[in-house]
């Protein structure tokens, strides 16, 4: 709580300093006051707002008529490793303008205000499934160096801070630094994250309902893997929320 504090206050005094502009486009906010979680109206609705069905197991895009009782067509029948997924929308527009925007140091402020528009998107859904533990996917070391923070987790401890849910920042742990979007295929990805992570000694995450956080996902490799290693440790159940499904 006193780092989230220390956020807010500094980015009160940003405030004070700089015009308040949209986080995603930059639009100024003038004077009529209609940004909410530091997006103005136009990118809330696009990145709040998803147009499209999607399959409540893998949270991919699907067709208005398409059956979904026990998955789409695409994961249906697979081990997915967490029993359902849940995203603002599809990678696309200003969403992904935002999660790339995201994908360095000065975009820690918006990833914490995606982490809000999560809360109240996706809070219904994660407390009726009684979620009582959030992990953010970790970054590797080397990445961390690279960028500065890591963007899952600053969306999950808004996430949590917003829902009331305790967040374990370091439950997990990358041991692998291999890059997923330069792997060919689904099974090059999930074959390249295998045995990627670990359960830090002292995380509490057995019996635990646990909620993965990440920015992305693609083919849901990283957050299968993720979640394998968390049952592995114990963990009842492991869901999946991303901002964007690709």
């Given at each position: 709580?006193?780092?989230?504090?220390?956020?807010?206050?500094?980015?009160?005094?940003g405030?004070?300093?700089?015009?308040?502009?949209?986080?995603?486009?930059?639009?100024?906010?003038?004077?009529?006051?209609?940004?909410?979680?530091?997006?103005?109206?136009?990118?809330?609705?696009?990145?709040?707002?998803?147009?499209?069905?999607a399959?409540?197991?893998?949270?991919?895009?699907?067709?208005?008529?398409?059956?979904?009782t026990?998955?789409?067509?695409?994961?249906?029948?697979?081990?997915?490793?967490?029993?359902?997924?849940?995203?603002?929308?599809?990678?696309?527009?200003?969403?992904?303008?935002?999660i790339?925007?995201?994908?360095?140091?000065?975009?820690?402020?918006?990833?914490?205000?995606?982490?809000?528009?999560?809360?109240?998107?996706?809070?219904?859904?994660?407390?009726?499934?009684?979620?009582?533990?959030?992990?953010?996917?970790?970054?590797?070391?080397r990445r961390?160096?690279?960028?500065?923070?890591?963007?899952?987790e600053?969306?999950?401890?808004?996430?949590?801070?917003e829902?009331?849910?305790?967040?374990?920042?370091?439950a997990?742990?990358?041991?692998?630094?291999s890059p997923?979007?330069l792997?060919?295929?689904?099974?090059?990805?999930?074959?390249?994250?295998?045995?990627?992570?670990?359960?830090?000694?002292?995380?509490?995450v057995?019996?635990?309902?646990?909620?993965?956080?990440?920015?992305?996902?693609?083919?849901?490799?990283?957050?299968?893997?993720a979640a394998?290693?968390l049952?592995?440790?114990?963990?009842?159940?492991?869901?999946?929320?991303?901002?964007?499904?690709?």
């Open positions: 709580m006193f780092w989230r504090g220390l956020r807010e206050l500094a980015r009160g005094f405030q004070l300093l700089l015009p308040n502009a949209c986080l995603i486009c930059d639009k100024p906010e003038g004077e009529r006051p209609d940004f909410r979680h530091g997006l103005c109206s136009g990118c809330w609705q696009s990145v709040a707002i998803d147009f499209h069905n399959c409540p197991r893998c949270a991919a895009t699907v067709g208005p008529h398409a059956d979904t026990d998955g789409c067509s695409g994961c249906r029948g697979h081990a997915l490793g967490f029993a359902e997924a849940m995203r603002l929308g599809p990678y696309d527009g200003r969403l992904r303008d935002a790339l925007r995201m994908k360095s140091l000065a975009g820690e402020g918006l990833a914490e205000s995606l982490g809000e528009v999560a809360a109240e998107i996706l809070g219904a859904r994660i407390r009726d499934a009684r979620v009582d533990l959030i992990v953010p996917i970790p970054l590797h070391w961390w160096w690279q960028r500065g923070y890591n963007q899952s600053a969306v999950a401890r808004e996430l949590g801070a829902l009331k849910i305790e967040v374990a920042t370091r997990l742990r990358r041991v692998n630094h997923q979007h792997q060919p295929s689904a099974a090059a990805r999930r074959e390249n994250v295998r045995g990627a992570f670990r359960v830090r000694r002292g995380a509490r057995a019996d635990r309902i646990v909620l993965l956080v990440d920015d992305v996902m693609t083919t849901g490799s990283t957050a299968a893997e394998k290693t049952k592995d440790a114990g963990a009842r159940r492991v869901l999946a929320a991303v901002l964007a499904r690709d």
